[in-house]
Every structure is written in structure tokens, then in C-alpha cells.
């Protein structure tokens, strides 16, 4: 069985790799140009999206908006202040729309992925015990593992076995969560968001997901799916670095400790004791992040406004594209955690986002990406990509090299990349 596509996508690749693509929205610093070896100034190819994505034009603008009009936040009686308060409130508005958040959802604003996961580990009910896949990256393990309640699925070689691996292991014991990725940040592999719920709910679990990699590029409902809790960051959604966001129940937010002490998430305060506010508040002491609040709700409007079929379009065709070129390259492995099931006809895969892991015989990843850069001005990724249990798996424990994609990139740069990688291994 295969992922399960909420977005058609065009299917005829042939077709798709022949057409030229053109970047389907305007993001800052396109036209940025950078130095190479040979003493040239080219423009910039930005092929690390997945790391962070360049912040869309129009997100700049409801920055620079934002901050014109810029005062204190919550507390201030100022026009001002009143402004930026109703913006701040606004954008957890937006995302909740975003995301297809239930009414009653608490969306905070954490400072990103990361954060938004320690602060479900944090709420996590006393003796929960979490269910986690191996292919996780580690803002999806390492918050459970600490808690020392983490229970650790190795994903099988196929969709279909990880789930039957996942159902047996919440079947044998209780858990309270079952954590997991919608789009591993490694090979870009699609995760069955609804056929995962479904399975954490029927056997009593709650479930998180991990929407780092997916929110920009698929459609998500939380109201629809089922799904409880959801985390992404705002500089993966072409906002800037700094905010990001956990949506989901409130009932274990409500009921844990204040992820940080201090002002704002207070309701009445003594000396020896205080009273807590319940709500976002709660979990968001201290002045928080206005203005990547509004760059991450400015974020969701764009995407909504091109929608999500023409971003599968576009990423699908891209992607095609990319994929047929590296295949022709000879001594690139690309990276997969799962295969194509013997019984699905003409080999389907799981879907994939606008990511490719790969190695290259011969060469150290690190070296990939150097040459890449300093030879052709193009930026990759190259290492363990914070998912070191994953990279040992599939037998690439010294790191892979991962390009990735998104509304910015063309074909052009598609064809630079791979005219690039064919000079690098004498294609
Ligand atoms: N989860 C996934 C799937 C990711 O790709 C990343 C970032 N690479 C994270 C979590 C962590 O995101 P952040 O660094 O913004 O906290």
C-alpha cells in the first residue's frame, strides 16, 4: 500500500520533466548571487529548502507591515499595542484555519519544531509511554527519549509492514502518544497521516505529528484526520527562523506545568503562590515572538492562496525531473526507507515531498557539497540530517548529501544541479 496522496498530482512524468517550470512564487533574495572557484559571481541555487526555506516576498511584506506598526504586545493600552495584539491573536487564528485545527485546539507559539516537541514532552501525562519510529529526526526522538517512556519502532522495508509493526507494538502495551513524522526529512517519504491516526486511536493512543516537512508542501486537517497534535516551524513554511507551532488538545497542555515560569502566563500571582493562566498562555511566558507569528500566518495565507494542487504540480513535476536526472548519473544510490511493495504493479512508491537523498560512490558527502558549492554556487545539504539512527540504518552511517525544493526553484536550477553532478562524476 502506498501513502495515502491528499493532493493529485500530475502523473504523466514524461510529460512533467519535459516542460519547463518556473518558480511559483516570488521569495526573498532569488536573485542573490554568490562567488565560485573560478572567480565568477553566479546566482545562487538554493536546494536546501528542507533545512530552511527562503521566506516568500510576501511574507517580507507582512513583516515589514508588522513591524511599522510595532508596540508592545497583551499589556499595553496604546492604538499600538492593540494592533500588535490583535496581529499576534490573528495568526493563531490563521494557523488554526491553516491546519484545519478543531475549535477548541490550543495553538501556541513555541520557537520552532524542536520547542514544540518538548513542550508536548513536557505535558506528556505522567507515566505515558510514547511510541516513536527510528526514522524520526531527532527533535521526534530525543524529547521522548528523555522522558524515559519512549518506545522505539524500527520502520520495515515496506509502508505496510511499518504499520503492522506500529499496530503489534501499540497492541502489546498501552501508550498514551504515538509521535511520528508526515515527511521524513532524509528521503522526503510521505507518511499515511490518517491511516496513522487511525491506528494510535484504536488503540487508545494519541497521536503527534510531526509536520516539520510536510505543512508547506500537502494539505493537513486536524479537524478531519483525527490527528491531536501537530508541530511545525515557521522557517520551514518560507518564514523566517524563530517561530514555529504546536496545535492540538487542551486538555494535557492545560494540565501540565507552565513550560516556563514567568509573566504573561500568569492569572494572579503572590509571593509564595500563583495561579496560572490555561490556554496558549500558559505555555508562552515571557514576550513572545510577535513578528514570526505574523511571518508564519502571512506564510499560510500564501500557500493557501496558490493552493495546494498547484504546489503538488509544481514540486511533483520537479521532482520528476530531478529524479529521471540523478537515475541517469552513474554512481548515485538515492535514499529510501521504504520499497515498493512486490504486489503493487509498475513498483509505487511512497509519496514523496520535494526531497532527494543520495550518495555518491566514491565521494565523501561533505565533498559533494563543497564542490557543488564552490564550483557551481549551489547550496545542498550533506551529514547525518539530525537523523543519525535512520542514516546507520540504511547504511550510510558517514552521511548522505539531500537536496531539496519548493516554491522558488525552476527547472533551470533543477538542470544546473544535475549539470553539476554530471560533470562531478564524469557522466
Ligand atoms: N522534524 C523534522 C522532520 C525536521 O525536518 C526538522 C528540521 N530539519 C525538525 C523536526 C526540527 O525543526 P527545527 O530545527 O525548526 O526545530
Redesign the pocket.
Known amino acids: 500500500m502506498t501513502a495515502v496522496l491528499e493532493t493529485p498530482v500530475c502523473t504523466d512524468d514524461a510529460l512533467a520533466a519535459a516542460l519547463a517550470v518556473t518558480p511559483l512564487a516570488e521569495v526573498v533574495g532569488a536573485e542573490e548571487t554568490v562567488p565560485t572557484v573560478s572567480g565568477a559571481q553566479v546566482r545562487y541555487a538554493n536546494f536546501d529548502y528542507?533545512?530552511?526555506a527562503p521566506a516568500l516576498a510576501f511574507v517580507a511584506a507582512a513583516v515589514t507591515k508588522a513591524l511599522g506598526q510595532y508596540a508592545s504586545v497583551h499589556r499595553g493600552a496604546g492604538h499600538l499595542s492593540q494592533v500588535t495584539t490583535a496581529r499576534y491573536e490573528r495568526a493563531r487564528e490563521t494557523v488554526r484555519r491553516f491546519v484545519g485545527g478543531r475549535a477548541d485546539d490550543t495553538v501556541v507559539f513555541t520557537?520552532?519544531?524542536?520547542?514544540?516537541?518538548n513542550l508536548a514532552a513536557h505535558a506528556l501525562p505522567a507515566d505515558g509511554e510514547v511510541v516513536v519510529l527510528d526514522i524520526?529526526?531527532?527533535?521526534?526522538l530525543l524529547p521522548w527519549q528523555r522522558t524515559g517512556r519512549a518506545r522505539t519502532v524500527v520502520a520495515r522495508p515496506t509502508l505496510d509492514a511499518t504499520l503492522d509493526a506500529l499496530e503489534a507494538e501499540l497492541a502489546s502495551a498501552p501508550a498514551a502518544l504515538l509521535a511520528v513524522?508526515?515527511?521524513?526529512?532524509v528521503t522526503g517519504e510521505v507518511l499515511p497521516i490518517r491511516r496513522l491516526t487511525a491506528l494510535a486511536h484504536r488503540h487508545g493512543a494519541r497521536i503527534l505529528i510531526?509536520g516539520?516537512?510536510l505543512v508547506a508542501h500537502r494539505p493537513v486537517s486536524l479537524a478531519s484526520s483525527g490527528v491531536d497534535y501537530l508541530?511545525f516551524?515557521g522557517?520551514?513554511v518560507y518564514a523566517p527562523?524563530g517561530a514555529?507551532v504546536l496545535i492540538g488538545r487542551p486538555d494535557w497542555l492545560d494540565a501540565a506545568e507552565p513550560y516556563l515560569a514567568g509573566g504573561g502566563a500568569t492569572a494572579h500571582v503572590e509571593l509564595t503562590e500563583t495561579t496560572w493562566h490555561t490556554g496558549a498562555a500558559r505555555h508562552e511566558a515571557g514576550s513572545p515572538n510577535v513578528l514570526g507569528a505574523v511571518a508564519i500566518a502571512a506564510a499560510a495565507e500564501a500557500i493557501t492562496g496558490l493552493g495546494f494542487e498547484l504546489i503538488g504540480y509544481h514540486e511533483h513535476d520537479l521532482l520528476s525531473r530531478l529524479d529521471a536526472g540523478l537515475a541517469a548519473l552513474p554512481g548515485i544510490t538515492p535514499l529510501r526507507i521504504f520499497e515498493a511493495p512486490d504486489d503493487v504493479p509498475n513498483g509505487a512508491v511512497a509519496d514523496r515531498v520535494g526531497i532527494a537523498g543520495f550518495a555518491v560512490a566514491g565521494r565523501a558527502a561533505r565533498e559533494v557539497a563543497e564542490y557543488l558549492s564552490d564550483h557551481h554556487g549551489i547550496g545542498v545539504r550533506d551529514g547525518k540530517?539530525?537523523a543519525h539512527p535512520l542514516l546507520s540504518r540504511l547504511g550510510h552511517g558517514d552521511g548522505a548529501v539531500r537536496v531539496s525544493f519548493g516554491l522558488g526553484t525552476g527547472s533551470d536550477d533543477v538542470d544546473r544541479l544535475l549539470a553539476a553532478l554530471a560533470q562531478l562524476t564524469g557522466a
Open positions: 528542507a533545512a530552511s520557537r520552532n519544531t524542536t520547542d514544540a516537541i524520526e529526526h531527532h527533535a521526534n513524522t508526515a515527511a521524513s526529512n510531526d516539520a516537512q508541530v516551524s522557517h520551514k527562523f514555529g540530517f539530525c
